[in-house]
């Protein structure tokens, strides 16, 4: 996956994101929809690392075509 289709990617899930926030329409957010939220969430900080690993791993002297999709334990755990 090259950085303009995880861009798409991020695009896609950022609208998914907000159109779940906005559904609500003042009610609380479904178990489902609360559900669906989080992991678009997840999704959302995997797609962000993913876009920044090729220019840390340069960085770093290693191979930036290495660049994987890090587990949810992983990209949760940085700091904002």
Known sequence: MDDLD????????????????????????SGAELERLRAVEVALDQSWDLLRQPRGRRDAGEDPADATVRDEEVVERYQQ
């Open 6 to 29: 995880i861009v798409h990617r991020i695009g896609e899930l950022a609208d998914e994101e907000h159109a779940l926030e906005r559904s609500h329409a003042g009610r609380p957010l």
